[in-house]
């Protein structure tokens, strides 16, 4: 059934059970996660200012309904779904508040999102001084979640770059939080995934960039001791690193990779520094060599998206960056991080959508757990198509995913045929991450389970959330589908 046909159902099934307390059916709609494996009805609602922001919080508690926060909707499971409830959609409030292209400090409203924030400063010479792998989220969505980048072992995590925030309270009232001021609320909000309250503004710090390219190295290793031995070895002197691993791969060649590595170019290194931090110069060209468009490749890529063809793409994709070698180029900012927005590639993934699971192990234990997990899906004929290995460190927030180690990012593709034995793996996996004093990523997460949760965040963590959560939300009116299923019940 496509998707359009599914939400009038849903729609038409929901306006004939609505209880009298129903919201107006005419904000109902399918909300989904991005890796569209899990999605739910909701109450949409895409308010632009404070004033509508507090109307939608008077009208939840006229309901009795909760209200779920997004951003962008880039979360891949159920962070930013609330079923049955409001969803307040934060895209409408993007309006960029102040810049001070001295300093580098950008002050904007949570909906803004990276892209907006990079094309706005570039051509001052400011950069994001932490870049995920789009740039479609959204800055309060970001904070929420406190994500990271290819740089998170050096620079740390979103939420470092934060210098302060508005967060209003269900209650309607606002408080201003930094490091100084209200610091409680301000290292709990960073990372409490929309509990606490709606961010309403927020102060980021930018990096200074004095080109519009970075050095790029592109390489390969030929399986994960290598792999990690490298970023070992080039930790202290890169400014990027990331690694693509070939979940295929088995014995002595296991987590065979294609490596990146990029720096920053020093002051006077890039001739034309006016030039190349031109907008038109960060973007990814639309088309691959001047006419085939990038938006269409996915229907190229769909005979592939199942085990055997992402085998062979997994190897063809080795063997071509072995063969040539270890390249060195500059590329622009925009293009080294972004490439993947350029593609449509979570089509070929199908109507069962993909999860994503992202283990965080410290650095003795990464090898060991990470050659643990990719055997046991490749034992339960599950190899995950994409797999993409990062460096961290811990940071300071409460709700944290930090470690001094390394995480694994692996997408699976979702069937009716093997949802519930990819549930089961993840039962498995989520066993070695604990036996590996792991940690776990609810931005990326949809399986995660309390007892889990507590086993990795500790109870005490858990606890003081919960208290802060209280003190801010003391009605419990901000809920998602996420916070019901892992925290709600402990
Ligand atoms: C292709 C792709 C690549 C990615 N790469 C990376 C990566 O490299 N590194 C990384 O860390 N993550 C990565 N992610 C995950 C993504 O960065 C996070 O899920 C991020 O939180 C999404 O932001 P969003 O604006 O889409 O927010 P949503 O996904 O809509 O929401 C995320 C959370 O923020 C809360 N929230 C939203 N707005 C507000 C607000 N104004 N106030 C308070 N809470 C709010 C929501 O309730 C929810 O809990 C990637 C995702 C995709 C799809």
């Known amino acids: 059934m496509v998707y359009e046909e599914l939400e009038t159902m849903m729609m038409a099934e929901w306006e004939q059970n609505a209880p009298s307390s129903a919201l107006s059916p005419a904000h109902l709609e399918v909300v989904p996660g991005w890796g569209e494996a899990y999605k739910g009805l909701a109450y949409v609602y895409r308010p632009v200012n404070i004033a509508q922001l507090r109307q939608v919080f008077q009208m939840a508690k006229d309901h009795g309904r909760t209200v779920g926060l997004r951003g962008g909707g880039n979360s891949y499971g159920d962070a930013a779904l609330n079923d049955e409830n409001i969803v307040l959609d934060m895209r409408r409030m993007n309006r960029i508040l102040a810049w001070e292209p001295g300093n580098g400090r950008l002050t904007v409203e949570p909906g803004v999102t990276l892209q907006r924030v990079w094309e706005y400063t570039v051509e001052d010479g400011w950069w994001l001084p932490v870049a995920t792998g789009t740039m479609k989220i959204t800055v309060g969505g970001g904070a929420a979640m406190n994500v990271h980048g290819k740089n998170a072992w050096k620079i740390g995590t979103f939420g470092e770059h934060i210098a302060e925030f508005d967060l209003m309270l269900p209650s309607g009232e606002i408080l201003t939080c930094s490091r100084e001021q209200n610091s409680d609320l301000f290292h709990a909000a960073i990372g409490g995934f929309g509990m606490l309250g709606i961010f309403t503004s927020l102060t980021l710090q930018l990096k200074r960039v004095y080109s519009g390219l970075l050095e790029v190295e592109g390489f390969t290793r030929p399986n994960l001791h290598e792999t990690m031995a490298y970023f070992d070895d ?236 209280q003190r801010c939300d003391p009605d419990g009116i901000l809920e998602t589908n996420l916070w019901r299923r892992v925290f709600s019940g402990n």
């Not at 930790?235 to 014995?251: E, I, P, Q």
């Not at 063809?309 to 190897?315: A, I, K, L, S, W």
């Open 234 to 469: 080039h930790l202290h002197n890169s400014d990027y690193l990331v690694a693509w691993l070939d979940a295929f791969s088995k014995g002595k060649a296991l987590g065979r990779s294609e490596l990146h590595r990029a720096h920053y170019l020093r002051p006077g290194a890039d001739p034309h520094p006016a030039q190349t931090l031109r907008l038109d110069q960060q973007h990814v060209p639309p088309e691959i060599m001047g006419f085939f468009p990038r938006s269409a490749l996915w229907r190229f890529q769909v005979p592939f998206w199942n085990n055997f063809g992402m085998r062979f793409v997994n190897t063809v994709k080795y063997y071509a960056a072995r063969r040539k070698g270890h390249l060195k180029y500059r590329e622009a900012h925009g293009v080294y991080h972004f490439l993947l927005d350029s593609l449509d590639w979570k089509k070929p993934f199908g109507k069962g959508g993909l999860i994503q699971y992202q283990p965080f192990i410290p650095a003795q234990n990464a090898e060991k757990a990470f050659t643990e997990i990719l055997q046991l899906g490749q034992k339960h004929d599950l190899p995950n198509f994409l797999t993409v290995m990062k460096r961290h460190k811990p940071d300071p927030f409460l709700i944290s995913y930090g470690v001094d180690g390394y995480s694994l990012a692996m997408d699976w593709k979702v069937t009716k045929g093997n949802r519930e034995r990819l549930v089961q793996l993840t039962r498995e996996m989520d066993e070695i991450v604990l036996a590996n004093n792991g940690r776990f990523y609810l931005a990326k997460d949809s399986v995660l389970r309390p007892e889990v949760a507590c086993a990795y965040l500790g109870e005490a963590t858990i606890t003081r959330f919960r208290e802060l959560k």
